[in-house]
């Protein structure tokens, strides 16, 4: 077993997008767990759009990664020291242990993960943080209904393709936006109805086209262009998932909010935002219910995993501002 | 009785605020009934920022007014001619008569005013198309429970006016945002909790000190700077009712959109547009409730009556948009 555990610690506060000035590689002893703790040796680390965010000195739904501190992350692995009661040495927990290779922990947020019932990556993708949040999402505050015309963003990401493969399931007509003829080969492949490929411009016309009568739902991880364009497209009574807005998360200034805004008025539209950890208390019914799809092979949980430890961490990043990944975009250490 | 009658007619599109270019008084004889019609002498004309809309050639909830055609108005008058069953000679009625001084009517959206229950203005006012506006957005859209901070915009305006006083009446921390130290001195004696002058500027700052820990409703009229500064501000779970977007009308170009929409997120908020016309089966309950509080001396039904008859349409419009009205803007004909 190593003595020492690399770990990537935020230097500086990036503007616009993270650099190698953004972070600093350490290495310091491999924790002995004190009473009540256990020590983690993590396999997979999560990449997230909302760890952009967490760079920044703003508040928001958790405070900011703080200057010299271990960038915060999802992770799994493995326990390899235990003065815990509940975790013993060989059990598979994921947790917020952050961007190390080993990490100590008082099990608070930690949760059990069942190999036998799915893969590790698939604990940090559909039966993660993104599958609660596609879950909860779509059918909280969506209120998705079987025959709703669901117009999903990033659909090939991590959430998004959740999203698609949900409302599939539930009787919807689904439309996916993606960048690239690969990925939208790829969810065509996964049964949506209409695909987008943002790379080909005028994404109003194109959503227009995609969804003559209206959009009943938009699931939206992006924001800018593709949020006016859905909101010129909506149908009566339209709902607007605010979920994220990956197309700023890197800009520098407050970008431009949605001018098509008063679509909202026309079409007696809402548009709300939410934040998974509100449902944590109902996370095992979205986990049976896309278990029980992936089990019925009505789901594909798609995960792409980069090589390369913790050190990769920084371009791992970047990689998923630049759509990198298909699915979930998982770091192995 | 007059042979001739005056109207106001579109006579060509405005670009930004309208000018004289836009319109034309034009005199036609008063119209005989036919079958099943009737024929009103208009005494009272309302000024709606709705109208400013109804001028641009796009599609939105009601279809815009033609070249060429009799301004479309809500309005009240006396029935002076008739061979409807309905309506006798006499009868007092409100509907979207026009910017004219007669109109023949086959009684469809008409109703009766009982001028025993309130005076024709307040039918226009309170108990017209504003009041409907602000107790379905607040109580519907706004979903308000007691309790509740209530942040209005346009407050000393018709719907504002309105919502700001029904709000404290079911038991709101109400704050009414207004232009000017008159206005806001009006806002003070109905009994609001806190008024904020627009042209103090930093609007931001000035909601965040009228609302420390939050909005929970925002009512909001007029878009722009203060859409902006209340999405900065916006308690937990809260309802940003979108009920119009004044500062916008004027636009030459489609305004920026609101900076801030992403607060909807950390704030686990909503934005809901809304038109009032879907409430029209439950007109009466509203009448009823702010009737009731006009009685109990709870509610005060203000309003701003201009004189000049159907020539001064013009510069009445341009009145509304300037604010010279407390209340609802009327124009006398």
């Given at each position: ?107 608070a947020g930690v949760s059990r993960l069942d190999l036998d019932r799915a893969p590790m990556e698939t604990w940090l993708g559909a039966l993660g943080m993104p599958g609660m949040t596609a879950y909860f999402g779509l059918t909280d505050v969506g209120a998705v209904a079987p025959g709703d015309t669901v ?183």
């Open positions: 077993m190593p003595t020492y555990s690399k770990e990537v610690r935020l230097a500086q506060r990036p503007e616009g997008y993270p650099d190698s000035s953004t972070w600093d590689v350490a290495e310091v002893e491999v924790p002995e767990p004190g009473p009540g703790e256990f020590v983690v040796r993590v396999e997979l680390i999560s990449l997230d759009p909302a760890m952009r965010g967490w760079l920044n000195d703003v508040r928001s739904y958790v405070p900011p990664v703080g200057i010299g501190e271990v960038m915060r992350a999802l992770a799994a692995g493995t326990v390899t020291a235990s003065k815990h009661d509940g975790y013993a040495v060989g059990d598979v927990v994921s947790g917020t242990f952050g961007v190390r290779e080993y990490a100590v922990s008082d099990g117009l999903v963003s990033a659909a090939a990401g991590a959430v998004g393709s959740i999203v698609a493969q949900l409302a599939k399931a539930r009787g919807c007509r689904v439309i996916g936006v993606a960048g690239g003829q690969e990925k939208a080969e790829w969810l065509r492949g996964l049964g949506l109805d209409a695909v987008i490929d943002r790379r080909e411009g005028d994404l109003l016309k194109q959503v227009r086209t995609a969804a003559p009568d209206g959009v009943d739902i938009y699931f939206d991880n992006v924001g800018g262009e593709l949020l006016d364009a859905a909101l010129a497209n909506l149908a009566r009574g339209a709902r607007v998932v605010l979920c994220g807005a990956v197309s700023a998360y890197n800009e520098e200034s407050l970008p431009e909010g949605p001018r098509r805004y008063m679509s909202l008025l026309v079409f007696r539209a809402r548009m709300e935002g939410f934040v998974v950890f509100d449902y944590r208390d109902r996370y095992g019914e979205a986990v049976d219910a896309i278990a029980g799809l992936i089990d019925e092979g009505r789901l594909v949980a798609a995960e792409t995993v980069l090589d390369g430890g913790v050190e990769a961490f920084p371009e791992a990043l970047l990689g998923l501002f630049e759509g990198v990944n298909t699915g979930k975009l998982l770091l192995k250490v």
